[in-house]
């Protein structure tokens, strides 16, 4: 199992509050594995491991951090404009997993 | 262990990391289950490895690539050092999941465990009908269950319940679905019995019949629509009813390590019965070497050892042939295609039981006695 960031979902508009603030839920523990060069989720007995988007979506979630803030963090630290509609077709679908909690 | 790990992606020619290391810290167990996996002369066994053996494979693993860690046995609660060894664990960076039968699991160990870093705790029942508990698993054990689900609770672990399921307590599944939900249980695994070393001797008396394992489905189902997203419930059938064998372990040596108490490195939990294979052990390779180099961990690796059917099989990767232990048991090579899948010559092997196991009770001639997982049964039968 491996995530992508708009998979499958990328023109369906997801209703969400920016200003909510996402964190990774509490039965998940989120890590840089440096021998698979990615950002895995551990859960009990289980492994997800993350593509480079959700890996970098994922490990700037902490609870604080508005998604209005963490989209314009991403856009600034890419130099690109624009991903608010791949960020939140992201979250929703780990929010379906139950990977994140708003 | 029925949840998957995520396979490694092109898995195959050079292997990925071994991402899931069972440390089978003790084959010391209070319970006396039917349908253990553990070999059947596990009292052989004469020198467990030490704490210092153990901190060892676990940094070796991790360095290795191993990301969950199962503490598993026989009951690992009977194991003294058993803190230390998830203590070590967690701070290597592992996702720690300790696999017991709750025997041993007093208020003070709980907390030691919490604040070693214990991530998850997976208890395994045998049955919710206090009786029937205490027969399968030949001890009195059940109210303890429910006092060590309560101290699960207490240290917000997630608590995954496991209850191996067979011909002599799937009828009461409604039941034991009602009691995980009761208990505040985030999974449910209802797996049935698998039919290696224990649970083979006993085959005849597991082995439900078609119709309990339908109405079970029934049920299961209806829980499900019942209690929607409170408890997530896995129900896996006998892979004897099934035509098609499983991905056994997602491939020999592709994800899963299994360390024994006397430190036999395995691809499997039962492999140690492929008597052809000498497997290494973590007391005189590293893991590294066992996991990359070594013949045991290639032996079955990819497609080269097939013989037909599998190897012109056109479902070959799906299922890699299935289960070496399970060819090796039902027709006597390792290297022969699962005879669960229909296409192989000794499916007819599986067909047989399954046939036998639509006969009722009542109307067996011969019945076999159940044979309890013990010392001395283990003794007995090796010789």
């Known amino acids: 199992m491996s995530a992508a960031p708009g998979d499958a979902m990328a023109d369906v508009p997801v209703a969400m509050d920016l200003q909510a603030c996402p964190r990774v839920a509490k039965l998940f523990k989120l890590q840089w594995e440096e021998v698979q060069k990615s950002w895995v989720l551990l859960y009990p007995e289980g492994m997800v491991k993350l593509n480079g988007s959700a890996g970098e979506i994922m490990s700037r979630l902490d609870g604080a951090t508005s998604i209005a803030a963490l989209v314009a963090k991403l856009e600034q630290q890419f130099q690109t404009t624009g991903l608010q509609t791949d960020v939140l077709n992201f979250l929703a679908l780990a929010q379906r997993h139950g990977w994140v909690k708003l | 262990m029925s949840t998957p790990i995520v396979a490694n992606p092109g898995a195959g020619n050079p292997p990925g990391p071994p991402l899931w290391l069972l440390a089978e810290v003790t084959y010391k167990c209070p319970l006396h289950c039917v349908f253990c996996y553990n070999p059947v002369d596990f009292a052989q066994t004469e020198s467990e490895l030490s704490t210092g053996d153990w901190l060892r494979v676990l940094r070796e693993a991790r360095a290795a690539g191993s990301v969950q860690c199962g503490f598993s046995g026989g009951e690992p609660l009977v194991r003294d050092d058993l803190e230390i060894l998830v203590a070590e664990a967690h701070r290597l960076g592992f996702y720690t999941n300790l696999l017991t039968s709750g025997v041993g699991l007093t208020a003070a160990r709980a907390a030691a465990l919490k604040a070693a870093g ?3 705790v997976q208890l395994s029942f045998q049955d919710s009908t206090k009786e029937l508990n205490d027969f399968l698993s030949h001890s009195k054990t059940f109210d303890l269950k429910r006092r060590t689900a309560d101290l699960i609770k207490a240290h917000d672990w997630p608590m995954v319940l496991n209850c191996v399921m067979h ?45 309990q394992l339908e109405r079970a489905e029934r049920i299961t189902q209806a829980c499900r629509a019942k209690y929607g997203d409170k408890i997530r419930i896995i129900f896996v059938v006998p892979d004897y009813y099934e035509t098609r064998p499983k991905k056994c372990m997602n491939g020999w040596g592709n994800v899963f390590l299994t360390v024994t108490p006397d430190g036999t490195a395995l691809p499997c939990h039962t492999a140690k019965m492929i008597k052809g294979i000498a497997f290494p052990n973590v007391r ?46 039902l027709t006597g090579d390792a290297a022969n295609a699962d005879p669960v899948c229909d296409k192989s010559p000794h499916h007819q092997r599986v067909l047989e039981a399954v046939a036998y196991a639509q006969v009722p009770d009542a109307e067996r001639v011969t019945v076999k006695p159940l044979v309890f997982r013990d010392p001395k049964n283990s003794r007995a039968l090796t010789v």
Not at chain 2, 183 to 210: F, I, M, T, V
Not at chain 2, 295 to 321: H, I, Q, V
Request: glycine fraction near 4%; include cysteine; charge should be negative.
């Open chain 2, 118 to 120: 214990l991530d998850h």
């Open chain 2, 167 to 211: 011909r002599l307590n799937i009828d009461y599944i409604e039941q034991i679905i009602d009691l995980a939900v009761e208990l505040g249980a985030e999974y449910l695994e209802l797996a049935n019995s698998q039919y290696y070393s224990w649970a083979e001797l006993n085959r005849d008396n597991l082995l439900p019949s078609r119709a």
């Open chain 2, 284 to 329: 005189d390779s590293s893991i590294n070497d066992i996991w990359y180099q070594s013949r045991a961990f290639n032996f079955y690796r990819g497609d080269s050892w097939m013989k037909d059917p599998c190897r012109t099989c056109p479902d070959k990767e799906k299922d890699l042939g299935g289960c070496r232990c399970q060819a090796l048991m």
